[in-house]
Nanobody, 121 residues
Framework: QVQLVESGGGLVQPGGSLRLSCAAS????????MSWVRQAPGKGLEWVSD????????YYADSVKGRFTISRDNAKNTLYLQMNSLKPEDTAVYYC??????????????WGQGTLVTVSS
């Protein structure tokens, strides 16, 4: 079955960087678009970024544009989120999620368990 396992979260100071990883298994990773979604404490889900199946097209929420970079290594079945210039408002549980198809205009149909990112001094 589909498995998505995030890693790389932790405590970082404002202005710092983290790289999240999402190891995928149970499906043909290279055939599906992927997303990062986050949930801040006490708030709802917020879409962060999408990447199409081949990695050639990426999309970002305005709140992270210019600071975060989504990428994927289809040979390693792994999705990444490089987060730079982190702010306290980036504190959240970050989830990777699989899309139903190869491009971003598809619904999400599988989620990881999430990894906590805390930005604090």
């Amino acid at each position: 079955q589909v498995q998505l396992v995030e890693s790389g979260g932790g405590l970082v100071q404002p202005g710092g960087s983290l790289r999240l990883s999402c190891a995928a298994s149970g499906f043909t990773f290279s055939s599906y678009a992927m997303s990062w979604v986050r949930q801040a404490p006490g708030k709802g889900l917020e879409w962060v970024s999408d990447i199409n199946s081949g990695g050639g097209s990426t999309y970002y929420a305005d709140s992270v544009k210019g600071r975060f970079t989504i990428s994927r290594d289809n040979a390693k079945n792994t999705l990444y989120l490089q987060m730079n210039s982190l702010k306290p408002e980036d504190t959240a549980v970050y989830y990777c999620a699989k899309k139903r198809g190869a491009v971003r205009f598809n619904a999400l149909d599988a989620w990881g368990q999430g990894t906590l990112v805390t930005v604090s001094s």
